[in-house]
């Protein structure tokens, strides 16, 4: 239990640190990144989703057994955003320096799998 609580402080630290500051960085973004963002709703939906599975992450290193069962969800939440990077930046439609991110969140994933099978059941 020791490595699954390891790995989702790192991943939830990590994860706060990278989203919080997307809350102030939407007109950056919009001029440094074109086209500009059209859909505010949908970037600080993101942000504050992603944000929250954060927080999930840091609840879950906190007690792993009795939280086992959310690693599953926190595994989908990692492969599909590194997943759509890959095809995003794949198709041309991302930068390759977005790979980074989507790197990140493809080896946390792999991270929450193996924490998923050394976690043993919580007993009642």
Same mark, same amino acid.
């Given at each position: 239990m020791k490595f699954a609580k390891?790995? @989702?402080?790192?991943?939830?630290?990590?994860?706060?640190?990278? %989203?919080?500051?997307?809350?102030?960085?939407?007109?950056?973004?919009? =001029?440094?990144?074109?086209?500009?963002?059209?859909?505010?709703?949908?970037?600080?939906?993101?942000?504050?989703?992603?944000? $929250?599975?954060?927080?999930?992450?840091? @609840?879950?290193?906190?007690?792993?057994? =009795?939280?086992?069962?959310?690693?599953? !969800?926190? %595994?989908?939440? *990692? $492969?599909?955003?590194?997943?759509?990077?890959?095809?995003?930046?794949?198709?041309? =439609?991302?930068?390759?320096?977005?790979?980074? @991110?989507?790197?990140?969140?493809?080896?946390?994933?792999?991270? @929450?799998?193996? $924490?998923?099978? *050394?976690?043993? !059941? =919580?007993?009642?």
């Amino acid at each position: 239990m020791k490595f699954a609580k390891i790995v @989702f402080w790192i991943a939830g630290i990590w994860g706060v640190l990278v %989203i919080t500051p997307l809350y102030f960085l939407f007109d950056l973004i919009s =001029r440094n990144d074109p086209p500009p963002i059209m859909h505010p709703g949908f970037f600080y939906g993101f942000a504050g989703a992603a944000l $929250a599975w954060q927080i999930a992450f840091l @609840f879950i290193a906190q007690d792993p057994a =009795r939280f086992r069962p959310l690693m599953i !969800p926190s %595994i989908l939440e *990692k $492969a599909t955003y590194s997943v759509a990077v890959f095809v995003l930046v794949f198709q041309g =439609r991302m930068h390759r320096s977005d790979l980074v @991110f989507g790197g990140t969140d493809l080896l946390l994933g792999l991270l @929450f799998v193996v $924490a998923y099978f *050394k976690t043993p !059941p =919580r007993t009642v």
